[in-house]
T-cell receptor
Framework: DAMVIQNPRYQVTQFGKPVTLSCSQT?????MYWYQQKSSQAPKLLFH???????NEADTPDNFQSRRPNTSFCFLDIRSPGLGDAAMYLC???????????????FGPGTRLTVL | DAKTTQPPSMDCAEGRAANLPCNHS???????VYWYRQIHSQGPQYIIH???NNETNEMASLIITEDRKSSTLILPHATLRDTAVYYC????????????FGKGITLSVRP
């Protein structure tokens, strides 16, 4: 089945040690998003790619960066994780523009990041 | 994007209809109403969306008032698996489409 895949599901890193989370999709959608969801909070958009165009949210810390080498893959890089970056990181995709007004987003299962 | 207001929680009995309200009094004419839900420890899941007409799909019905300032998501026969946080989100479609999640409403379906 076409889907959004996130690996790993659980990631443990040390304070200050760079970490990369990955997302892949078989839906061939042109837009990919990264959200951060802290415990008991709602998901918060960090940034998104519209094709190759990167769109950063104004309040996303510089510590968070992203790469999208091709349509299928998108990476979230946390350069120097702090304790406050422990969260669930959700990847989503959307077929904006290619299927008319139904711009629904398809979410992956998330990667839960623990910072020690 | 327009803000939405939802009660923090509600419950309903299994097999009964669950009616989840949402206020979006500042909605613009070309903003859509979307509903997503998030079951514990899973990614959010799209349920339904609409502009001004009522909508129905295999999961739910969406009733939007004529002035578009509020809407109701209806799960016609709630099951225990429908226990989740339900998010009502108002947003544009197209290149400016973004989901800004509020606190949502926690629906608890009791046996």
């Amino acid at each position: 089945d076409a889907m959004v895949i996130q690996n790993p599901r659980y990631q443990v890193t040390q304070f200050g040690k760079p970490v990369t989370l990955s997302c892949s999709q078989t839906l061939n959608h042109n837009v990919m998003y990264w959200y951060q969801q802290k415990s008991s909070q709602a998901p918060k958009l960090l940034f998104h790619y519209y094709d190759k165009d990167f769109n950063n949210e104004a309040d996303t810390p510089d510590n968070f960066q992203s790469r999208r080498p091709n349509t299928s893959f998108c990476f979230l890089d946390i350069r120097s994780p702090g304790l406050g970056d422990a969260a669930m990181y959700l990847c989503a995709t959307s077929p904006i523009g290619s299927r008319g007004p139904s711009d629904r987003q398809f979410f992956g299962p998330g990667t839960r990041l623990t910072v020690l | 994007d327009a803000k939405t207001t939802q009660p923090p929680s509600m419950d309903c009995a299994e097999g009964r209809a669950a009616n989840l309200p949402c206020n979006h009094s500042t909605i613009s004419g070309n903003e859509y109403v979307y509903w997503y839900r998030q079951i514990h420890s899973q990614g959010p899941q799209y349920i339904i969306h609409g502009l001004k007409n009522n909508e129905t799909n295999e999961m739910a019905s969406l009733i939007i008032t004529e002035d578009r300032k509020s809407s109701t998501l209806i799960l016609p026969h709630a099951t225990l698996r429908d226990t989740a946080v339900y998010y009502c989100i108002v947003t544009y479609t197209g290149a400016n489409s973004k989901l800004t999640f509020g606190k949502g409403i926690t629906l608890s379906v009791r046996p």
